[in-house]
């Protein structure tokens, strides 16, 4: 559910005044605890019945879970992020299952400023490596998590929070990537801006369900497995107003990343074609992007 908040653009003047001054520290009283609901509430939709109680958010500070807040210059909260430490495969990981960012304060770096105090939260106390999850569909929040903050995607998991009430989620099942990033931050790649950005999408195959002229397309029918190839992405689900449309979509990134990935491609960024407007995940056959 982690970095999964992204909706329309915030106002330039929001922005520019959130950003000055945002600090990022635990929740420590019942009432940010409180806040914090009321913020996930705003997020995903006052009718969404999966926010996290603020007496869990109490009791998982006091176990070694994480919750954090950005907090404006007025002390409003703006920000948070909620994650959980726990065993996985003999080691201990953490879980980072939920980031929301409040619509004034997006597009201000807010969402990352909260990863990376999480990030060097868990260095501090041992923790190698987090997990979380987000919507391939999220063009956006791909850009994040692969391009600015380096995380590298472990698998593709179908429905993994059920269908829910939020209007973020278009009725559909709550498909998933799942990606790890290490609390060492020598051992993580992370690009700026785009991991193909000197080079036009066209020079590779396209896995897409509404091709363009002049697209080289792949199939996942063929029997070659060129070395590279892209996985279209709308470049804003959210402004896709036909339920089938993003069904549809929805379909196709199951069905191109389980092919994918079945088949030993491993997602290096993604890539916002400028001159088309098109996004697409870039995947290169045999490769690893550092965790």
């Known amino acids: 559910m982690a970095i999964d908040s992204s909706r329309s653009p915030a106002p330039a003047a929001a922005v520019a005044e959130t950003a000055a001054d945002i600090t990022i520290r635990p929740l420590v009283s019942l ?15 006052e009718e969404y019945g999966d926010a996290i109680p603020a007496s869990l958010l109490h009791v998982v500070a006091h176990v070694g879970g994480i919750i954090a807040g950005a907090f404006a210059a ?43 105090y999480q990030r060097a939260e868990l260095a501090r106390r041992g923790v190698s490596t987090l997990y979380w999850t987000f919507d391939p569909l999220m063009a956006k929040n791909a850009h994040l998590n692969l391009n600015r903050l380096g995380a590298r995607v472990v698998e593709y998991v179908e429905n993994m929070y059920g269908t829910t009430s ?4 278009h009725g559909l099942a709550t498909d998933r990537l799942i990606v790890s990033w290490s609390t060492n931050p020598e051992s993580v790649r992370s690009n ?11 020079t590779r195959l396209i896995l897409t369900p509404d091709p363009h002229a002049g697209d080289a397309l792949a199939h996942l029918d063929s029997p070659d497995r060129p070395a590279a190839l892209l996985i279209e992405v709308p470049a804003d689900i959210q402004r896709v107003t036909s339920h089938a449309t993003v069904a549809m979509w929805h379909a196709a ?39």
Not at 75 to 96: C, P
Not at 166 to 169: G, T
Request: with cysteine.
């Open 31 to 45: 009432a940010e605890f409180k806040a914090c609901v009321d913020l996930q509430q705003e997020v995903w939709g």
């Open 74 to 116: 007025d002390g409003e909260l703006v920000g948070f992020v909620f994650g959980l430490t726990g065993i996985r495969d003999g080691g201990i990981v953490h879980w980072s299952h939920a980031l929301g960012v409040r619509e004034s304060a997006r597009n201000a770096g807010v969402g990352r400023m909260l990863k990376h």
């Open 166 to 169: 939020s209007p973020l989620h």
């Open 192 to 202: 700026g801006s785009s991991p193909v950005e000197a080079m036009s999408a066209r």
């Open 253 to 291: 990134i199951r069905a191109n990343f389980q092919w994918a990935l079945r088949n030993g491609y491993s997602v290096s960024g993604l890539h916002r074609d400028q001159s088309s407007g098109r996004s697409f995940y870039v995947l290169q056959l045999g490769s690893s992007t550092p965790s």
